[in-house]
Protein backbone atom coordinates (compact mmCIF):
# COMPACT_ATOMS: atom_id res chain seq x y z
CA UNK A 1 0.00 0.00 0.00
CA UNK A 2 1.69 3.60 -1.08
CA UNK A 3 2.54 5.39 1.79
CA UNK A 4 1.29 9.09 2.56
CA UNK A 5 2.51 11.69 -0.35
CA UNK A 6 3.18 15.26 -0.34
CA UNK A 7 3.48 17.86 -3.36
CA UNK A 8 5.51 19.63 -3.77
CA UNK A 9 8.78 18.52 -1.72
CA UNK A 10 10.63 21.63 -2.09
CA UNK A 11 9.14 25.46 -2.29
CA UNK A 12 10.82 28.79 -2.24
CA UNK A 13 8.33 31.78 -1.97
CA UNK A 14 8.60 35.48 -1.28
CA UNK A 15 7.24 37.59 1.20
CA UNK A 16 3.74 38.57 0.80
CA UNK A 17 3.12 35.26 -1.80
CA UNK A 18 0.56 32.86 -1.44
CA UNK A 19 1.27 29.47 -1.49
CA UNK A 20 -0.54 25.80 -1.71
CA UNK A 21 0.61 22.78 -0.58
CA UNK A 22 -0.77 19.02 -1.41
CA UNK A 23 -1.18 15.81 0.12
CA UNK A 24 -2.85 12.35 -0.58
CA UNK A 25 -3.74 10.58 2.32
CA UNK A 26 -3.19 6.55 2.23
CA UNK A 27 -5.86 4.97 0.50
CA UNK A 28 -8.69 4.03 2.87
CA UNK A 29 -7.77 6.72 5.21
CA UNK A 30 -10.27 9.56 5.85
CA UNK A 31 -8.46 11.59 8.22
CA UNK A 32 -5.63 13.58 6.99
CA UNK A 33 -3.94 16.23 9.77
CA UNK A 34 -0.75 18.75 8.92
CA UNK A 35 1.46 20.42 11.41
CA UNK A 36 4.02 22.85 11.07
CA UNK A 37 7.80 21.68 11.94
CA UNK A 38 10.60 24.27 12.61
CA UNK A 39 13.94 24.23 14.78
CA UNK A 40 12.60 26.34 17.59
CA UNK A 41 9.03 25.38 18.01
CA UNK A 42 8.86 21.54 17.16
CA UNK A 43 5.48 19.79 15.80
CA UNK A 44 3.10 22.43 15.79
CA UNK A 45 -0.45 21.35 15.28
CA UNK A 46 -2.41 23.10 12.26
CA UNK A 47 -5.74 21.54 11.66
CA UNK A 48 -7.23 18.38 10.83
CA UNK A 49 -9.95 17.10 8.20
CA UNK A 50 -11.97 14.25 8.05
CA UNK A 51 -14.78 13.55 5.24
CA UNK A 52 -14.08 17.11 4.10
CA UNK A 53 -14.98 18.80 7.27
CA UNK A 54 -12.60 20.59 9.64
CA UNK A 55 -12.96 18.92 12.66
CA UNK A 56 -9.98 20.15 14.92
CA UNK A 57 -7.84 23.83 14.67
CA UNK A 58 -4.47 24.63 16.01
CA UNK A 59 -3.64 28.12 17.35
CA UNK A 60 -2.69 29.69 13.69
CA UNK A 61 -3.68 32.74 12.58
CA UNK A 62 -5.98 32.69 9.58
CA UNK A 63 -3.52 32.95 6.80
CA UNK A 64 -3.28 29.39 7.37
CA UNK A 65 -6.04 27.31 5.50
CA UNK A 66 -6.91 24.31 4.67
CA UNK A 67 -9.40 22.01 2.87
CA UNK A 68 -9.84 18.29 2.45
CA UNK A 69 -11.63 16.67 -1.52
CA UNK A 70 -14.32 13.52 -1.35
CA UNK A 71 -11.54 11.22 -2.19
CA UNK A 72 -9.51 12.61 1.25
CA UNK A 73 -6.85 14.64 -0.50
CA UNK A 74 -6.23 17.93 1.00
CA UNK A 75 -4.66 20.93 0.56
CA UNK A 76 -3.56 23.73 2.87
CA UNK A 77 -2.75 27.27 1.81
CA UNK A 78 -0.94 29.96 3.35
CA UNK A 79 -1.29 33.27 2.06
CA UNK A 80 0.82 36.63 2.72
CA UNK A 81 3.29 34.95 3.55
CA UNK A 82 6.24 35.54 6.44
CA UNK A 83 9.63 34.82 6.80
CA UNK A 84 8.63 33.23 9.64
CA UNK A 85 6.37 30.51 8.04
CA UNK A 86 9.45 28.80 6.53
CA UNK A 87 8.89 25.67 7.76
CA UNK A 88 8.78 22.03 7.09
CA UNK A 89 4.94 21.13 6.48
CA UNK A 90 3.88 17.73 7.25
CA UNK A 91 0.74 15.89 6.55
CA UNK A 92 -0.51 12.70 8.25
CA UNK A 93 -3.09 10.14 7.62
CA UNK A 94 -5.28 8.11 9.77
CA UNK A 95 -8.51 5.85 9.19
CA UNK A 96 -10.47 7.82 11.60
CA UNK A 97 -10.48 10.90 13.71
CA UNK A 98 -6.57 11.66 14.26
CA UNK A 99 -5.55 11.57 17.61
CA UNK A 100 -8.14 9.59 19.03
CA UNK A 101 -6.20 6.29 20.10
CA UNK A 102 -5.72 6.34 16.25
CA UNK A 103 -1.87 5.96 14.52
CA UNK A 104 -0.77 8.48 12.56
CA UNK A 105 1.15 7.58 8.93
CA UNK A 106 3.65 11.22 7.63
CA UNK A 107 4.40 11.76 4.59
CA UNK A 108 8.08 13.32 3.84
CA UNK A 109 7.06 16.79 3.85
CA UNK A 110 7.00 19.82 2.18
CA UNK A 111 9.89 22.46 2.95
CA UNK A 112 8.69 25.93 2.50
CA UNK A 113 11.30 28.67 2.41
CA UNK A 114 10.21 32.15 2.37
CA UNK A 115 13.02 35.22 1.63
CA UNK B 1 -4.65 22.62 26.43
CA UNK B 2 -2.28 19.48 26.59
CA UNK B 3 1.61 19.80 27.41
CA UNK B 4 4.26 17.41 26.24
CA UNK B 5 7.90 17.81 27.83
CA UNK B 6 10.36 15.20 26.42
CA UNK B 7 13.46 14.82 27.94
CA UNK B 8 16.33 14.70 27.14
CA UNK B 9 16.93 17.27 23.97
CA UNK B 10 20.15 15.42 22.94
CA UNK B 11 21.45 11.97 23.83
CA UNK B 12 24.68 10.58 23.03
CA UNK B 13 25.69 6.44 23.54
CA UNK B 14 27.77 4.01 22.53
CA UNK B 15 27.16 1.33 20.24
CA UNK B 16 25.73 -1.52 22.09
CA UNK B 17 24.54 0.73 25.27
CA UNK B 18 20.85 1.46 25.87
CA UNK B 19 19.54 4.53 25.26
CA UNK B 20 16.20 5.89 27.45
CA UNK B 21 14.08 8.81 26.76
CA UNK B 22 11.32 10.05 28.92
CA UNK B 23 7.98 12.50 28.43
CA UNK B 24 5.24 13.60 30.82
CA UNK B 25 2.03 15.06 30.15
CA UNK B 26 -0.52 16.93 31.46
CA UNK B 27 -3.92 15.70 30.31
CA UNK B 28 -4.74 13.19 32.33
CA UNK B 29 -7.18 11.80 29.94
CA UNK B 30 -4.82 11.52 27.36
CA UNK B 31 -5.16 7.37 26.15
CA UNK B 32 -2.60 6.96 23.60
CA UNK B 33 1.01 7.69 23.03
CA UNK B 34 3.24 6.98 20.46
CA UNK B 35 6.92 7.48 19.61
CA UNK B 36 8.12 8.48 16.26
CA UNK B 37 11.56 8.37 14.74
CA UNK B 38 12.72 10.96 12.21
CA UNK B 39 15.60 10.58 10.12
CA UNK B 40 17.12 13.34 8.14
CA UNK B 41 14.67 14.40 4.94
CA UNK B 42 12.02 12.18 5.98
CA UNK B 43 8.98 12.69 7.92
CA UNK B 44 8.31 11.09 11.16
CA UNK B 45 8.03 7.65 11.31
CA UNK B 46 6.02 5.41 14.17
CA UNK B 47 8.30 3.10 16.07
CA UNK B 48 5.62 2.24 18.76
CA UNK B 49 2.69 3.07 20.81
CA UNK B 50 1.04 2.00 24.08
CA UNK B 51 -2.28 2.77 25.00
CA UNK B 52 -3.30 3.53 28.41
CA UNK B 53 -4.67 0.90 29.26
CA UNK B 54 -1.47 -1.31 29.25
CA UNK B 55 1.49 -0.62 30.92
CA UNK B 56 4.60 -1.88 29.30
CA UNK B 57 4.79 -3.38 25.85
CA UNK B 58 7.89 -4.34 23.53
CA UNK B 59 9.13 -4.68 20.02
CA UNK B 60 12.43 -6.46 19.63
CA UNK B 61 14.95 -3.82 21.20
CA UNK B 62 12.19 -0.95 21.64
CA UNK B 63 10.04 -1.03 24.66
CA UNK B 64 7.70 1.68 25.73
CA UNK B 65 6.39 2.30 29.70
CA UNK B 66 3.51 4.21 30.93
CA UNK B 67 2.69 5.41 34.23
CA UNK B 68 -0.55 6.83 34.37
CA UNK B 69 -0.63 8.23 37.90
CA UNK B 70 2.45 9.80 37.29
CA UNK B 71 1.57 11.03 33.83
CA UNK B 72 5.07 9.91 31.97
CA UNK B 73 6.09 7.33 29.47
CA UNK B 74 9.37 6.35 28.48
CA UNK B 75 11.02 4.75 25.30
CA UNK B 76 13.75 2.20 25.54
CA UNK B 77 15.78 1.29 23.15
CA UNK B 78 18.50 -1.64 23.87
CA UNK B 79 21.88 -2.85 22.30
CA UNK B 80 21.33 0.48 20.20
CA UNK B 81 23.15 0.72 16.78
CA UNK B 82 24.74 3.36 14.68
CA UNK B 83 21.61 3.39 12.48
CA UNK B 84 19.18 3.76 15.49
CA UNK B 85 20.52 7.91 14.86
CA UNK B 86 18.12 9.82 14.52
CA UNK B 87 15.29 12.64 16.12
CA UNK B 88 12.94 10.95 18.48
CA UNK B 89 9.37 12.60 18.64
CA UNK B 90 6.58 11.41 21.67
CA UNK B 91 3.52 11.99 21.72
CA UNK B 92 -0.05 12.35 23.54
CA UNK B 93 -3.61 12.71 22.02
CA UNK B 94 -6.78 11.26 22.93
CA UNK B 95 -7.49 13.38 26.11
CA UNK B 96 -10.21 15.78 26.84
CA UNK B 97 -7.79 19.04 25.75
CA UNK B 98 -6.56 17.54 22.86
CA UNK B 99 -8.90 15.07 21.40
CA UNK B 100 -8.71 14.49 17.42
CA UNK B 101 -5.47 16.09 17.11
CA UNK B 102 -1.65 15.19 18.92
CA UNK B 103 0.67 17.25 20.84
CA UNK B 104 4.17 16.53 20.46
CA UNK B 105 7.45 16.78 22.47
CA UNK B 106 10.14 18.92 21.74
CA UNK B 107 12.67 15.78 20.20
CA UNK B 108 15.49 13.98 21.42
CA UNK B 109 18.34 14.00 19.06
CA UNK B 110 19.64 10.57 19.86
CA UNK B 111 23.07 9.90 18.20
CA UNK B 112 25.27 6.46 18.55
CA UNK B 113 28.90 6.53 18.05
CA UNK B 114 30.30 3.12 16.80
New interface residues.
Given amino acids: KAG?TQTPRYLIKTRGQQVTLSCSPISGHRSV?W?QQTPGQ??Q?LF?YFSETQ??K?NFPGRFSGRQFSNSRSEMNVSTLELGDSALY?C?SSTG?????????????TRLLVL | GENVEQHPSTLSVQEGDSAVIKCTYSDSASNYFPWYKQELGKGPQLIIDIRSNVGEKKDQRIAVTLNKTAKHFSLHITETQPEDSAVYFCAASGGNTNAGKSTFGDGTTLTVKP
Fill in positions: VSYGLFERNGLALAGVQETQYFGPG
